[in-house]
């Protein structure tokens, strides 16, 4: 079968409905009774709305007759729940936040701004949804996910540590506007530089080829809370020479998960995440599973996070400055 065509899918909803479309594949594989309710179970849904999903599959094969078919509830809401003045409010202020990469900052600070002018504003998720907007429209002509974000988060499973099982600690490169992982990188002991350059070398590595049709002059903003350590300076550098410009704080330990969790959810198809046993040492960190290779583990975890690179944010980067980036972190990461 060929690749589906995501193009006509947002790009916040394509990882949801890719995913929705790998289960249904496979249970098209072994049809049933019961193998339709274990693969309803990997998603979440109903039988009933399961089999609706595998008919709509079968007889369209489009992704975004998918999409129609999940669309959520929840989530992103349309800017039409604002009126005049509090769409310029948090146009206004988005605009004046050019370079945070984070868009909660941009919604605390409206926040702020409404509170002191007097004026009510909806619920936070259709306030988010119009400063998104916001975003999308000035930066016309760049993709969507326009920040990034290095967190560390504890996996539920286990790898060997010197004989003992450990639960690993995952670095991800998270896509904050488009809601998902674009990078990743495993390790038994927390996070680093070094991971950090592996998970970076990851989402690099997924952008095609083809998509190189951003002004060099463009920098793409990532935030990378570092610790005391002194080889961070050196990634520091790497990136900011090849376009990705650093933002981000120096603290006492690196960030421990809690943004993953609440940008993802504490469980991504059937990847737990476990934000409260990220700082604990690996030997107190116990595994939960079966014992696998670190390695092993890594490849289940990309492939089971990471979805498709449509769009992809590092694609502001040329393609000369994302290969001398990837070759430059190889060096960093001793590999």
């Known amino acids: 079968m060929p690749s589906p065509d995501f193009s006509m899918v947002e790009p916040e909803r394509r990882p949801e409905v890719a995913r929705r479309i790998q289960v249904i594949e496979s249970f098209l594989k072994s049809p049933g009774r019961r193998s339709a309710a274990a693969h309803a179970a990997q998603l979440g849904l109903k039988i009933s709305h399961f089999y609706r999903l595998v008919r709509i ?12 078919a999940t669309r959520r509830r929840s989530g992103y809401r349309h800017a039409k729940g604002l009126d005049d003045a509090q769409l310029a409010l948090v146009r206004g202020t988005e605009a004046g936040m050019p370079d945070d990469a984070v868009l909660e900052h941009v919604l605390k600070r409206i926040y702020g701004h409404a509170e002191a002018m007097g004026i009510a504003f909806p619920s936070r998720p259709t306030v988010r949804a119009a400063a ?20 560390h988060c504890a996996v539920r499973m286990a790898v060997d540590w010197k004989g003992t099982s450990v639960a690993p600690i995952a670095t991800l490169v998270l896509d904050l506007e488009r809601r998902m992982v674009v990078g990743a990188a495993l390790s038994t002991s927390m996070g680093n ?15 095609a080829a083809d998509q190189d049709v951003f002004p060099a002059s463009a920098r793409l903003p990532i935030e990378m809370d570092i610790d005391e350590a002194a080889d961070w300076q050196d990634l520091i550098a790497a990136l900011e020479r090849h376009g990705v410009q650093r933002t981000g704080s120096d603290l006492p330990r690196l960030p421990g998960g809690r943004r993953t969790v609440a940008l993802l959810g504490k469980d991504v198809n059937g990847i737990g995440f476990m934000a409260r046993t990220t700082h604990r040492p690996p030997e107190t960190r116990c595994g939960i599973g079966d014992v696998v290779d670190l390695e092993e583990a890594q490849d289940y975890v990309r492939a089971k996070l990471i979805g498709p690179q449509d769009d992809a944010a590092l694609s502001r980067i040329p393609k000369t400055s994302r290969d001398a980036l990837r070759q430059e972190l190889r060096t960093l990461a001793g590999g």
């Open 193 to 207: 530089a070094r991971s950090t350059c592996l998970a970076m070398i990851d989402a690099l590595g997924r952008v």
């Open 57 to 68: 599959w079968s007889e369209r094969k489009q992704p975004q007759e998918m999409a129609k």
């Open 132 to 151: 998104a907007a916001a975003r999308r429209q000035r930066l016309a002509g760049r993709p969507a996910g326009v920040g990034l974000v290095i967190d």
